[in-house]
Every structure is written in structure tokens, then in C-alpha cells.
């Protein structure tokens, strides 16, 4: 099953805070985030492996809230480069196969 | 270090033509995945493998579409016969076993 995001698009000032969901139906055993610029490939941003497991990477961090079987991604003060399309994937436990969601399109204006 | 590398970037053929995509994984990974991304259905796992052999092929949506991975640093992706319904972006991406994805930059399809 496909997880579900939400918003399916926004669209921030510069500097702007911006929080992206990730919701699934089943167990979930990892999140992945990825983000995708127009025209280019998706880029590994970062992955969450244990219920309340929060990472960051730069201004972008991300939580995980296993019982939910939810996750967020967070992005602080937003730049103009973080415009695109941010994924999530998740991975249900006995080695499942990622599943991406149908994605979050951020753009970000000066 | 190179990444993934995938072959062509582009390719824009008739219906009915055999298409045949290619990727060059990152040395050292053993998982490969092949995507469909479209705008309507969005990124798509269509095959994956693991040390060269298919584990996953449950989204290949039809006996069209067929995969190899012959060895540990090629794999094909092969339409035929094609049809515009086909016309996506195509991505292949490598990694360790449970680790992050690192994408190609995709093959732009287009299919007359």
C-alpha cells in the first residue's frame, strides 16, 4: 500500500517553515526521505529507523512516530533551494520493498 | 566515485519498436531497482534485484516489460513491443541491502 502525503503542494516565502507528512496503513519498519528536483533524479535526504527516532540535516529534520506509523518532515527558515518534490518511502517489516508516496511539490519564493 | 549511470538519457521511438533501457550500477552495491515515474501514477517500483537475481517483479505491469541483470554491474530493462502508454521516465537506482537508494538520472521515454 501506498503511503498517503499531505499537503500535496505548497508553496512557502523564503524563510518560511514547512512541515510534510507521511502517513501509512500498515507497520512500518523504516522511512525514507527523498527529494527531487524538476528534470533531476531523487536524492537520498535521510532515513528513520526506530519509533521516535528524529534526525536532522541542516535546517531539514524529520520524526518518526511508529505507533501512528506516521512520520514528518520539517523544514526551517526555507531557501530557495529546497524548491521540488519531497517522497517519502516506507518499508513494512519482513524485508518489504520501499514503497514511495505520491509526493509533496514545495516551491519556495524570495 | 560515479553513481548510477543509465543509458540513454533520452529516446523517443514509434510504437511497436523494441526499447531496451540500460544502468550501470554503483560498484559494490547489490540491490538494483528499476522505477516508472509518470505524473499520473508517480514513481513506480516495476523490479528489483538482489545479487543479481530478481527478487521483486510484481510491478512489471505486463509481459512487455522484461529485466536482466547478467551481471553485478549491468541490467537491462526491455519493452517490446513499445506503446505510448510506455512513455515515462525510467530510473534505475543501486544500493547495500537495506541502505539508502541512490538514483540514475533517468531515461526520458517517449514513445510515437
Known amino acids: 500500500q501506498q503511503p498517503v502525503q499531505s499537503p500535496q503542494a505548497v508553496i512557502l516565502r523564503e524563510g518560511e517553515d514547512a512541515v510534510i507528512n507521511c502517513s501509512s496503513s500498515?507497520?512500518?519498519?523504516?522511512v525514507h526521505w527523498y527529494r527531487q528536483k524538476h528534470g533531476e533524479a531523487p536524492v537520498f535526504l535521510m532515513i528513520?529507523?526506530?519509533?521516535?527516532e528524529q534526525k536532522g540535516h541542516e535546517k531539514i529534520s524529520a520524526s518518526f512516530n511508529e505507533k501512528k506509523q506516521q512520520s514528518s518532515l520539517y523544514l526551517t527558515a526555507s531557501q530557495l533551494s529546497y524548491s521540488g518534490t519531497y517522497f517519502c518511502?516506507?518499508?513494512?517489516?519482513?524485508?518489504?520493498?520501499?514503497?514511495f508516496g505520491t509526493g509533496t511539490r514545495l516551491t519556495i519564493i524570495p | 566515485d560515479a553513481g548510477v549511470i543509465q543509458s540513454p538519457r533520452h529516446e523517443v521511438t514509434e510504437m511497436g519498436q523494441e526499447v531496451t533501457l540500460r544502468c550501470k550500477p554503483i560498484?559494490?552495491?547489490?540491490?538494483l531497482f528499476w522505477y516508472r515515474q509518470t505524473m499520473m501514477r508517480g514513481l513506480e517500483l516495476l523490479i528489483y534485484?538482489?545479487?543479481?537475481?530478481?527478487?521483486?517483479d510484481s510491478g512489471m505491469p505486463e509481459d512487455r516489460f522484461s529485466a536482466k541483470m547478467p551481471n553485478a554491474s549491468f541490467s537491462t530493462l526491455k519493452i517490446q513491443p513499445s506503446e505510448p502508454r510506455d512513455s515515462a521516465v525510467y530510473f534505475c537506482?543501486?544500493?547495500?541491502?537495506?541502505?539508502?537508494?541512490?538514483f540514475g538520472d533517468g531515461t526520458r521515454l517517449s514513445i510515437l
Open positions: 537506482a543501486s544500493s547495500l541491502m537495506n541502505q539508502p537508494q541512490h
Open positions: 500498515k507497520a512500518l519498519y523504516s
Open positions: 528513520l529507523l526506530k519509533g521516535g
Open positions: 518511502g516506507t518499508e513494512g517489516f519482513g524485508n518489504e520493498k520501499l514503497t
Open positions: 560498484s559494490g552495491h547489490n540491490s
Open positions: 534485484f538482489n545479487n543479481n537475481v530478481p527478487i521483486d
